[in-house]
Structure formats: structure tokens, C-alpha cells
């Protein structure tokens, strides 16, 4: 799935600044601070908006061979879901309660959506089918779920949730709702991904001397200490060898790292990258796709795994964002502002043929930045 970029200082959703493997579009948001950082709070008040987050199999066609495109778009506190088909560009909502739906992910077997919801209060977790239909809120009450991850099976959902300041990772089962804890109340850790093969979740902890990578047997046992460093976004390879994550250095600059899954050799692949956007791996896990403003301007590049061959692959004199493989890895997926407004385009994987996927018609609303 994609997901709005998370924040560096303490690994929160951006909800919305366009989460997974999401995507959300930046924008100002009222803020919170506790003791671990700043937790970005809902939507904008008094403006249109768009949460535009668009899941890791969004064009990769489904197991149906369908395609599609799922965002979330609104108003102030009345955001809802819909889907676009990649056919026709038509929108189809699939939400319509009060308060704001959110954060919408394809599971990876393109069955379910998953989603954070308002509309009870808090954000929670809820899950439905691919035409809407069969929602269930699967978070408990009184549980705010600020970011998700589905296992590959698409049977679990690790999230990461707030109680009273701090951060805890739980991984619900999807069928039950049962609520597995992953780490104790007072860890303060933020969520990362699954394994491919379902086996781990690396996460980050976040408690000074304490703070780097760790994986946790889904059950909460076996941790292991894979880096030590102010690091977050832990993301797995497809082949299950690597985990690339983000490390913030001590002069502020972010570094992207690109470790073995035991965590026995590190190798900076990309310096410069920016702190609040999403990197993604290919499918065949050769190549990296990550956002960097070495250029003085936000733009997508690729770099092979051990850092070699990196390749800048946009340059638009705009801020691009939010990039993600396509299943095949044939083409890619990312945000692109102009005008003050983002919109959705398509490249292959050499930066060529950009085709716009959305324009103003399609939802996509201006944000006061």
C-alpha cells in the first residue's frame, strides 16, 4: 500500500501528506506535541482537501484483472473513498458516512480495502470489499490506529497505535478481530513492514540510546536489533534480503540504508532524501525508488541496491512525491504538483512516457501548503 510520508522525528503518518507502500498529499495541519515528537492531527479546517493515497497494487491489476486507483477526497470532516478505474478514469465512492474516511489500502490479494475512519470518533481501522460493500470496523474502541501495514497473506494487519502519548504495535487478525500485542505499552516504536514471508514485522524504536531497527515475530517474541540510529521506514525487498530504512544524521540530512535482514552489513545508497516521503522497492528487488532534493528540487530517482546506477527520473520544476512500483515494475506511480493542486501520473521505469492519471476534475483540490 502507499501512505502519506511519514515524518522523521518520530515515524507518524502523514495523514496526510500523501501510506504502504501509502501516499498522501503534504499540507498544513494542526499539531500536537508529546514527548517523542510531533503527531500530525487530522485535516484542514475550513478548506477542500485531498488525501490522495494510493495502494501498492493499485495498478498492478488484481487477481480479477481489474485496476484501479483508491483516494481519499473531501471537505472539512467529510473525506470519503473512492476508487478510479484505470479503463475508463471515472471515480466510484465507496464511502459516504460522516467524518473522514481516510488512508485507504488495497490487501494484497486486491480483496479488501483497508481504511482509518473518524467516523466513530478516534481514528479506527475498518476493513471492506473492493466495491464497498461489507464494512467492519476491526480496531478495537477507544484505540486510535494512526498507521497499518497488511501482512502478505492479507489475513493480518499490523498497526501502530497512540495510548495516552505513546506508540504501541499490535497485529490484528483480520477474520477474528483479535489484537495481538507486538511491543509493551512504553516502548514508544513506530511501525515499519512485514517479510515477505510473513515471519517478521521490523519496526522502530525511538527511545534515545535505544532508537534504531528491530523484527518481532508477529506473536511479540524473538526480537531481534538489526541497526542502532535514528532510524524509521524500515521496508523489506520482495526477496526477503534486504530492508531499506531512513537514518537521520546528526548535521539534520536524511540518508537512505539499504541493510542484509539480519542487519550484519549497512550500505548508504542515496544521501539527501527527504525525510517525509515514502521509498519503495521493485519487484524484483534490484532497484530503489525514492524522492531526494539534491537538485534544490523534489524530484523521484532510482539506485540499485548497493547504491550504483542511481538515475534521476523526473524533473519538472515541481514537487514530485509519493513514488511506487507497479506489480510488474514496468512503470511507476507518483504525485506531482502544479498549479498549487497534485495530481496522480504514470512513467515507465526509465522516467519516460509521463502521462497524467488525474487533473482537476478528477478531485484533486488545491492545499493551503
Not at 171 to 200: C, F, H, M, N, Y
Not at 202 to 217: K, L, P, Q, T
Not at 246 to 258: A, H, N, Q
Not at 300 to 324: A, F, W
Amino acid at each position: 500500500m502507499i501512505f502519506a510520508p511519514r515524518n522523521s522525528d518520530q515515524n507518524q503518518l502523514l495523514r496526510h501528506e500523501i501510506t504502504q507502500h501509502g501516499l498522501t498529499i503534504p499540507m498544513n495541519i494542526p499539531k500536537v506535541t508529546n514527548s517523542t515528537g510531533t503527531i500530525h492531527l487530522m485535516f484542514l479546517m475550513g478548506l477542500l482537501l485531498l488525501a490522495l493515497t494510493i495502494s501498492g497494487c493499485a495498478l498492478s491489476g488484481s487477481e480479477s484483472g481489474s485496476s484501479s486507483i483508491v483516494f481519499s477526497a473531501g471537505s472539512d470532516d467529510d473525506v470519503d473513498i473512492y476508487t478510479i478505474d484505470e479503463e475508463t478514469g471515472d471515480p466510484v465512492r465507496l464511502t459516504s458516512a460522516d467524518g473522514n474516511d481516510f488512508a485507504p489500502a488495497w490487501s494484497p490479494n486486491n480483496s479488501k480495502i483497508a481504511f482509518l475512519s473518524e467516523r466513530n470518533g478516534d481514528s479506527a481501522l475498518w476493513v471492506m470489499d473492493s466495491l464497498g460493500d461489507s464494512k467492519s470496523q476491526i480496531s478495537g474502541a477507544g484505540v486510535e490506529v494512526v498507521y497499518f501495514r497488511w501482512s502478505p497473506d492479507s489475513s493480518r494487519i499490523g498497526v501502530e497505535i497512540v495510548e495516552e502519548g505513546n506508540h504501541s504495535i499490535h497485529v490484528i487478525i483480520v477474520e477474528s478481530k483479535e489484537s495481538i500485542a507486538l511491543t509493551a505499552r512504553g516502548e514508544d516504536v513506530r511501525l515499519g513492514d512485514w517479510s515477505p514471508d510473513g515471519q517478521w514485522l521490523a519496526y522502530s524504536a525511538v527511545a534515545g540510546d535505544e532508537s534504531g531497527i528491530r523484527r518481532r515475530n508477529p506473536t511479540g517474541v524473538d526480537e531481534i536489533i538489526l541497526s542502532i540510529g535514528d532510524d524509521i521506514d524500515a521496508r523489506w525487498s520482495k526477496n526477503g534480503q534486504w530492508i531499506a530504512f531512513k537514518r537521520k544524521s546528526d548535521d539534520g540530512s536524511t540518508r537512505l540504508i539499504v541493510m542484509d535482514k539480519d542487519g550484519e552489513k549497512e550500505t548508504v545508497v542515496a544521501s539527501g532524501i527527504s525525510a517525509t516521503n515514502q521509498h519503495d522497492w521493485s519487484p524484483d528487488s534490484k532497484h530503489i525508488i525514492y524522492v531526494s532534493e539534491t537538485s534544490g528540487n523534489a524530484e523521484v530517482y532510482t539506485t540499485k541496491h548497493d547504491g550504483k546506477d542511481t538515475e534521476q527520473l523526473t524533473s519538472n520544476r515541481v514537487i514530485d512525491t509519493s513514488p511506487m512500483w507497479n506489480s510488474k515494475g514496468s512503470s511507476i506511480l507518483f504525485l506531482s504538483e502544479g498549479d498549487g493542486s497534485y495530481d496522480v501520473y504514470s512513467m515507465q521505469k526509465n522516467g519516460e512516457q509521463q502521462v497524467r492519471k488525474t487533473s482537476i476534475s478528477d478531485l484533486i483540490i488545491d492545499i493551503d501548503w
